[in-house]
């Protein structure tokens, strides 16, 4: 079973920048594709963006498109998300996560999960 650590949270004021990355377990990492969610006190999680396997696809949630980029190195295992621009609606526990099935698209479903890391954008 995979483990995903993530790391970079913290808190930053509006319009500032975040990384976030996620260590990934295995040697099978080069073949999923990576996903970013989060998910907000007394919301449900939501997607945030995610890469494929082979960093030819990436999608963004649309209230993130254009402030975040989300990229993976294969041979780190190792999957990034550089969050720009931010605003208090991105404050949120951020997850790092694995497609259920290898060489997939990228759209889902995802069923490995890290521990998550908490964001906070104050105004």
């Known amino acids: 079973q995979v483990q995903l650590v993530e790391s970079g949270g913290g808190l930053v004021q509006t319009g500032g920048s975040l990384r976030l990355s996620c260590a990934a377990s295995?040697?099978?990492?080069?073949?999923?594709?990576m996903g970013w969610f989060r998910q907000a006190p007394g919301k449900e999680r939501e997607f945030v963006a995610a890469i494929s396997c082979n960093n030819d696809r990436t999608y963004y949630a649309d209230s993130v498109k254009g402030r975040f980029t989300i990229s993976r190195d294969n041979a780190k295992n190792t999957v990034a998300v550089q969050m720009n621009n931010l605003k208090p609606e991105d404050t949120a526990v951020y997850y790092c996560a694995r497609e259920s099935a290898p060489y997939g698209s990228g759209r889902g479903p995802f069923n490995s999960w890290g521990q998550g890391t908490q964001v906070t954008v104050s105004s």
């Open positions: 295995g040697r099978t990492f080069s073949s999923y594709a």
